[in-house]
């Protein structure tokens, strides 16, 4: 099956500092990947849709200045969280749709600790 | 609002036992359902993929019905191993103001002892 990385696979940084994380598709080409959140015991939520070459598209309560995503090529996509807190401590797994089926193929994630 | 619920929460078995996990989605109007697996700080295996005119789909021990009108899907584990203690989850793919999405069911967390 396709196959989408990540990294970093985890990060510790200081309140107020800001992360980039990549997701690649790496043997497919992905116009379109999604970037979820999620929390400890939850279920993963939708943060946004990042489109090639185009602004990406973020889910209601999503603040787009604090999570910026720039989809510069078909196959990376990158989510930065600008001045991050502590309650931006969570798990961000990056998507992408292979084709025809849509088959959703997730990343491994990346743990994200904000002291 | 596309609602995807799983049921049970929670699950633990005697390895060896058939076990059912259910999912239900309140708008039947979906693209595609799949069933992921995730261990415990790692990201999302797929399972399966049924598409919306699809009845089943089976793969090894695992096997996934998809009823759309009734907004219901089921995973069936044959012989479960302690291999298979994880939390599944399912998803519905939707179409939303022109953008394709995954909307997530909250999960259930199986526990195979042998």
């Known amino acids: 099956g396709a196959v989408v990385s990540q990294h970093p696979s985890w990060v510790i940084c200081k309140s107020g500092t800001s992360v980039k994380i990549e997701c690649r598709s790496l043997d497919f080409q992905a116009t379109t990947m999604f970037w979820y959140r999620q929390f400890p015991k939850q279920s993963l939520m939708l943060m946004a849709t990042s489109n090639e070459g185009s602004k990406a598209t973020y889910e209601q309560g999503v603040e787009k200045d604090k999570f910026l995503i720039n989809h510069a090529s078909l196959t990376l996509s990158t989510l930065t969280v600008t001045s991050a807190h502590p309650e931006d401590s969570s798990f961000y797994i990056c998507s992408a749709p292979g084709t025809p089926t849509y088959e959703q193929y997730f990343g491994p994630g990346t743990r994200l600790t904000v002291t | 609002k596309q609602e995807v619920t799983q049921i049970p929460a929670a699950l633990s078995v005697p390895e060896g036992e058939n076990l059912v996990l259910n999912c239900s989605f309140t708008?039947?109007?979906?693209?595609?359902l799949q069933w992921f697996r995730q261990d415990p700080g790692k990201g999302l295996t797929s399972l399966l993929l049924?598409?919306?005119?699809?009845r089943e789909q089976t793969s090894g021990r695992l096997n996934a019905s998809l009823d759309k009108s009734s907004g219901r899907s089921t995973l069936y584990i044959a012989a479960s191993q302690p291999g298979d203690s994880a939390t599944y989850l399912c998803a519905v793919r939707i179409v939303n103001t022109g953008f394709q999405k995954l909307v997530f069911g909250t999960g259930t967390r199986l526990l195979v002892s042998p």
């Open positions: 049924i598409q919306s005119s699809q």
């Open positions: 708008d039947s109007a979906i693209y595609n």
